[in-house]
Every structure is written in structure tokens, then in C-alpha cells.
């Protein structure tokens, strides 16, 4: 087939019931151009070329994928085509489209050597006309939207057609803001089912909401009131919420995030994030850490077995293992013009309330007394206490 077969994906028309600038193919569903569902599906059937028509503003061309060509209008279209002897045309805002219904259609076509097959809603309205190349003739749409030309062609054709029902889920187009919540629930239903039978356990599936690319391994336990955005990957044992937000975020295996945010950032294994963390922009939690109450982290690297436990904020920073910071402990990464960096060693004791005036650094083993704005670099091993930090003399024998 795939000699034969071109599809098209009409992906540029517009919806005035949608009340929006953006074509309803290009509305995300679970995190997912409706478009890109319909290209996937269509990939399946092994065609020679898929096209992706979109509109003279070019939308979409950035955000679709697997198309072997983009066309902002019609008028290239035959020739992209090439030696295709038979047209599949399919709406773009048809995200539960399967292979199975294209495939019903092309052979619906075949079998009765019909010059147009049309796969359509059990109202009639048509989701998908396979046609023979040839029938399109080559010529100017006139400033039409390319839908309505190639329905004033099917029109002007007195020749039988053939049809083909498709369910109501594969006939589904986002006309409206309802067609649109209504099918993010039933791809969110179809996502969660699968996910769970890889191994994965939801407490309670209809509370959570998982994009299409969120990849879940077994024994993970997604507990309610979660949200999953985005590239999002969750390690075996992994235990996520109850009260989650996890965007773009690596979560590594026997972790733990509750009541917290963690977005374009990692966190290692065996880890505890929240409740009520913020981790973002970039940051690597290492394994073992404790990143717990009002604690953020943003765009800082996070050594193995640290420990935040309560109103701190790491910011560009880079944290050795086996560190405490303490409650209310903040590096001040910003001088009102630039951010600047800090550097914790291994082991370090950043005491409460801590003020790390960046750039600075503060060694392995070192200390800082609560309440200390550190101003200077703080050698290996040497305690600081004070407003600036100034070094403690050395505890005698037997000090505690």
C-alpha cells in the first residue's frame, strides 16, 4: 500500500465556534497537538508521504512532528503528492482517529472501485474522504479554504461514492471547547489505562491528569490530585502525590514528591521532595536528599545526601554531598543586575538563617552560625559566625 497511498492532513481550518486564533487541529490534547495524534495514526498505515496542510500563517509547522512535507496552503499540494495513485484526506482536529478507520476507508474505496470513499460520523458528517489522485484536478482553490474546495469537488462529481461509519470516539472533531474537554477526558482515559497495564497504580485515576508523553515505569504509585505535564519520566517505585506537579521533570526510582512542584529539573534516587518544595529551572537533586517543607531550588546542582528540610531557597548554586542547610538559609544569587553562583562543599553546616552573598564560596566541612551573612569565601573546615561572617576561634580540647 504504502506505493499507493498518500494522506493529507487538513490541519489549517478554522472554527468560529472555538472562538480562538488558533486552528482547532493545533489545540492540545493532553499535551498534544490534536494534529499530531492524526499524523501518528496515519504513519501507522506505512503511507509513501504524509502532508500537513496547514494556513497561509504557517501555523503548526513548529509544533508538528512526522511529516514528510508542510504546506501553509493548498496550491503545492499535488504536486507533494507525486506518484500516489489514491488520496486519503482526514481532519486534523480528529485526535481519536484511528489507523483502523483510515484503513476502512481506503479499502472501502478499493473494494468498490468507487472514485471517492468517505469515512463518516454516525450524523454523516464526513471525517475523512479517500479519493483517486487523479480525481483532483489541478487547479487554484480561488481563495477558497481548502476544505470547502474539496467539498465543492466531491459536489460537482456525479459519480456513486462509498461510505464508511466510524465509532463516535474516531469521528470526534474539537469543533467547540466541549468537543475539546471532552476529548482530553477520553485520551487522558486511554493514557491512564495503558500506563496501568504497564504496572503502574493510580489511587484514583479521574483526579489525575497525564500527558501523552509522560513515561511512567512499573510499580510507580501515582496518588490523587496529580498533574503530569509534559516529557515527564518516573523511575520504578517512584511514589508521586498525593498533590503533584511534575512538568518536564526526571524523577529517579523509590522517590517520593508530595505537595510539590518540580519542573525542567531531575531528581535521583531515593529521594524526598515536599511537601510543599518548589524545585525548577534546571536544578539536579542528587540521590538520598531531603528537599522538604517551603524549600526551593532553582537552576542549582544538588550533591547526594543533602539535606533542606524547612524555608530555604537554593538559587544557582552547587551543593557537595553529605550537606545541611539550614532553616531560612538562602543564597542571595542576584545583585540587582546579574546572578552570580555559590559554591557549599562537601559536608557543609549552612546554619539558620544563613544570608550566602553570591559570588561566594564555602568549603567542605565548614560552618556557619545562624543568622551569619557570609560575604568573603570560607575556607575548608573553618567555622564563621556574624553580620558580615567573620571566622570562630578554634574550640579547645574538650569544647562541645
Same mark, same amino acid.
Given at each position: 500500500?504504502? !506505493? ?20 482547532? &487541529?493545533?489545540?492540545?490534547?493532553? %499535551? ?13 498505515? !506505512? ?7 496547514? @494556513? ?24 507533494? *503528492? ?20 483510515? *484503513? ?20 454523516? @458528517? ?21 476544505? &470547502? ?7 460537482? !462529481? ?52 497525564? @500527558? ?14 496529580? =498533574?503530569? =505535564? ?39 534516587? %531515593?529521594?524526598?521532595?515536599?511537601? =510543599? ?9 542528587? @540521590? ?77 566541612? &565548614? ?11 570560607? %575556607?575548608? %573546615? ?19
Amino acid at each position: 500500500m504504502s !506505493d499507493r497511498l498518500g494522506v493529507v492532513v487538513l490541519a489549517g481550518e478554522h472554527s468560529e465556534a472555538m472562538v480562538s486564533d488558533v486552528a482547532p &487541529a493545533l489545540h492540545r490534547v493532553a %499535551g498534544t497537538p490534536a494534529a499530531q495524534y492524526v499524523i501518528d495514526a496515519a504513519r501507522r498505515l !506505512d503511507p509513501a508521504t504524509v502532508v500537513v496542510v496547514g @494556513d497561509e500563517r504557517g501555523q503548526g509547522q513548529e509544533a508538528l512532528a512526522g511529516a514528510d512535507t508542510f504546506l501553509a496552503g493548498p496550491r503545492e499540494l499535488f504536486h507533494s *503528492l507525486g506518484g500516489c495513485e489514491v488520496t486519503l484526506f482526514v481532519w486534523g482536529d480528529t485526535p481519536l482517529l484511528d489507523p483502523s478507520a483510515m *484503513l476502512a476507508v481506503v479499502k472501502r474505496r478499493e473494494e468498490t472501485r468507487a472514485r471517492r470513499a468517505y469515512l463518516t460520523s454516525e450524523d454523516g @458528517d464526513d471525517v475523512g474522504v479517500c479519493v483517486e489522485t487523479a480525481w483532483l484536478v489541478e487547479q487554484d482553490p480561488r481563495g477558497q479554504s481548502f476544505a &470547502a474546495w474539496l467539498v465543492e469537488r466531491a459536489q460537482s !462529481d456525479r459519480s456513486p461514492a462509498a461510505t464508511v461509519k466510524a465509532g463516535d470516539q474516531a469521528s470526534l472533531r474539537l469543533v467547540n471547547r466541549q468537543a475539546l474537554a471532552l476529548a482530553e477526558g477520553l485520551v487522558r482515559e486511554q493514557l491512564v489505562a495503558r500506563l496501568q497495564a504497564a504496572g503502574v497504580s493510580f489511587r484514583d485515576p479521574w483526579s489525575v491528569y497525564v @500527558d501523552r508523553d509522560v513515561r511512567l515505569e512499573a510499580d510507580v504509585v501515582v496518588e490523587p490530585n496529580c =498533574y503530569l =505535564y509534559g516529557e515527564t519520566s518516573v523511575a520504578t517505585g517512584a511514589v508521586i502525590g498525593p498533590g503533584a506537579t511534575l512538568r518536564n521533570a526526571s524523577i529517579g526510582a523509590n522517590s517520593r514528591v508530595e505537595h510539590s512542584v518540580v519542573e525542567d529539573s531531575s531528581v535521583g534516587t %531515593g529521594t524526598t521532595v515536599g511537601p =510543599y518544595a518548589h524545585v525548577r529551572g534546571g536544578a539536579a537533586i542528587g @540521590d538520598g536528599c531531603e528537599i522538604h517543607n517551603y524549600a526551593e531550588v532553582k537552576n542549582s546542582v544538588v550533591g547526594d545526601g543533602v539535606k533542606m528540610h524547612h524555608f530555604s531557597y537554593l538559587g544557582d548554586a552547587d551543593v557537595g554531598e553529605g550537606a545541611n542547610i539550614g532553616a531560612g538559609a538562602v543564597t542571595v544569587n542576584f545583585d540587582g543586575k546579574d546572578k552570580h553562583r555559590t559554591h557549599i562543599g562537601e559536608r557543609a553546616f549552612v546554619g539558620c538563617d544563613t544570608m550566602l552573598i553570591a559570588p561566594v564560596s564555602v568549603g567542605d566541612g &565548614a560552618f556557619t552560625a545562624a543568622g551569619a551573612v557570609v560575604t568573603r569565601d570560607v %575556607g575548608a %573546615g573553618i567555622r564563621v559566625a556574624g553580620v558580615p561572617a567573620r571566622e570562630l576561634p578554634e574550640k579547645e580540647e574538650g569544647e562541645a
